[in-house]
C-alpha cells in the first residue's frame, strides 16, 4: 500500500464511537469502496491539537461537519436526513455547489415528486397534517446580537423584523446553543417591545402549524418545506432556490410575501435529496460516492 493512500478520520463523540464499532453507514459505504483500491482508513479523535497536525499527516483526511484543514481533506455531513449526505471540499453549507446551482422545476416530473415529498413526509415528520396557522415561527441558531458575515440581519434584528408585521410571532432557542446573559435580556426587550412576540415553545409543534418560517439557514427551515411551509431566510443556505430571501429582496418585502408564497417545494426536495446527493439508498450510490470523493481531488 502506498502511504499516500491513507484516509484519516477526525470525529467528535459520539460519532467516534459509533464509527469505531463498525456502525456508521455512511464511512463503511466509504471503507467498502476504497479499501478494496489499496487504500488503510483511521478513525481519530478530533479537536484542537488533532486539526492542527493533521495537515503533516501523510494521505487524506475527512472531517464531520467541520472545517478541513489542508487541500487533501474533505468534510461530510448529514443532508438534513438519512439517508442522503454531502462530500463537501467547505463546510459551509452556503458555499456548496448545491447552493450555486440553478433549480428548475420543468425538468422534473410532477406525479414522482408529489410521491418523493409525501414518503419523506412521513418518513421523517410524521404525525398529523401540517396546517396553515397565523404565527410566524423564529427558530434561532448562535450568536444571537451579532450579525455574521453571511447573514443580512443578526438574530436580533431578524426577530425584530418578524415580529414588526404584528402577526403572532414564537421565536425558539436552538437545544444545542448557550446564550449568554446579555442574549437573554436582548430577547427581553424584544418580548416587552412586541407584545405579539413569545420566546421559547416546542419547535417540531410550532412547525406543524405555523404560517411560515422566519429564519438564518436552520435546518428547522428545510423541515418546513417538508411541511409545505414558506420560508423567509436572513442569511446565505443551501436551501435558498424556494425561500424568500431578506437579503435580495428587503425584509418588509420578504416577510409581506411570505403567507402566500408558493414555490413548487415537492420538486426542490426531490431535486436537493433524490436527484443532488449522495443519497445511500439509491441504486447507484457507489458511483456517487466516487464521483464526490473525485471531485474532491482523491485518487479513486
Not at 70 to 90: C, G, I, K, N, V
Request: with cysteine; aromatic share 8%; proline share 8%.
Amino acid at each position: 500500500m502506498s502511504p499516500d493512500l491513507l484516509l484519516s478520520v477526525y470525529l467528535h463523540h459520539p460519532l467516534l464511537q459509533t464509527a469505531r464499532a463498525g456502525k456508521l453507514g455512511f464511512l463503511n459505504r466509504m471503507r467498502a469502496l476504497l479499501e478494496p483500491r489499496g487504500w488503510r482508513i483511521e478513525i481519530l479523535p478530533s479537536g484542537n491539537a488533532a486539526r492542527e497536525a493533521a495537515p503533516a499527516r501523510p494521505g487524506y483526511a475527512l472531517f464531520n461537519m467541520e472545517r478541513p484543514t489542508h487541500d487533501r481533506a474533505l468534510t461530510f455531513r448529514r443532508a438534513y436526513h438519512y439517508p442522503y449526505w454531502r462530500l463537501e471540499r467547505q463546510a459551509e453549507r452556503w458555499r456548496w455547489p448545491i447552493a450555486r446551482q440553478a433549480f428548475d422545476p420543468t425538468r422534473i416530473e410532477d406525479e414522482a415528486a408529489r410521491r418523493f415529498a409525501a414518503r419523506l413526509r412521513e418518513r421523517v415528520l410524521p404525525g398529523p397534517a401540517p396546517r396553515r396557522g397565523d404565527h410566524i415561527l423564529i427558530p434561532l441558531q448562535g450568536h444571537l446580537r451579532r450579525q455574521r458575515s453571511f447573514q443580512s440581519a443578526s438574530p436580533v434584528q431578524m426577530i425584530e423584523a418578524a415580529a414588526s408585521t404584528g402577526r403572532p410571532c414564537v421565536a425558539t432557542l436552538h437545544p444545542n446553543e448557550v446564550h449568554d446573559p446579555d442574549d437573554h435580556a436582548a430577547l427581553d426587550r424584544l418580548a416587552a417591545q412586541f407584545p405579539n412576540l413569545t420566546i421559547g415553545g416546542d419547535t417540531a409543534a410550532l412547525l406543524r402549524d405555523c404560517a411560515f418560517v422566519v429564519t438564518q439557514n436552520s435546518s428547522v427551515g428545510f423541515d418546513g418545506l417538508i411541511l409545505s411551509k414558506p420560508v423567509v431566510l436572513f442569511a446565505l443556505s443551501d436551501y435558498h432556490h424556494v425561500a424568500l430571501n431578506a437579503g435580495q429582496i428587503g425584509a418588509p418585502a420578504a416577510l409581506e410575501r411570505a403567507a402566500d408564497h408558493a414555490p413548487p417545494t415537492d420538486k426542490f426536495l426531490d431535486w436537493f435529496l433524490r436527484r443532488s446527493s449522495l443519497d445511500m439508498m439509491a441504486p447507484d450510490a457507489d458511483d456517487r460516492m466516487i464521483t464526490a470523493m473525485k471531485k474532491g481531488g482523491w485518487p479513486v
